[in-house]
């Protein structure tokens, strides 16, 4: 069992960075996958990153490759999306997810935890 909490959420201006994270309980956090979603009002949960479980693999949406940055801390159990050059299509509530897995998957089905989400909103 993996809980998983996420905080960091704001509002912010277009063009603004802003870091979120996730926290994890229990001490299996380094054998899982992590991954980012985010749904917007009236819109499917969508991928967002996914992290490997050593951190070293990362895979990114088209939308926000180069903009944003997933980690991992397994040392801390907590991940972190850092998102830049923030754009209003950005807003969103965003989860974490996890997969006890070793490859990074992009549809929310196969992932077998996830945080109640942090609400982002960028304001253009």
Request: glycine share 10%.
């Amino acid at each position: 069992q993996v809980q998983l909490v996420e905080s960091g959420g704001g509002l912010v201006q277009a063009g603004d960075s802003l870091r979120v994270s996730c926290a994890a309980s229990g001490r299996t956090f380094g054998g899982h996958v992590i991954a980012w979603f985010r749904q917007a009002p009236g819109k499917e949960r969508e991928f967002v990153a996914g992290i490997s479980r050593d951190g070293a693999s990362t895979y990114y949406t088209v939308s926000v490759k180069g903009r944003f940055t997933i980690s991992r801390d397994n040392a801390r159990n907590t991940a972190y999306l850092q998102m830049s050059s923030l754009k209003p299509e950005d807003t969103a509530v965003y989860y974490c997810a996890a997969r006890p897995s070793t490859d990074i998957r992009t549809t929310t089905q196969q992932y077998n935890y996830w945080g109640q989400g942090t609400q982002v909103t960028v304001s253009s």
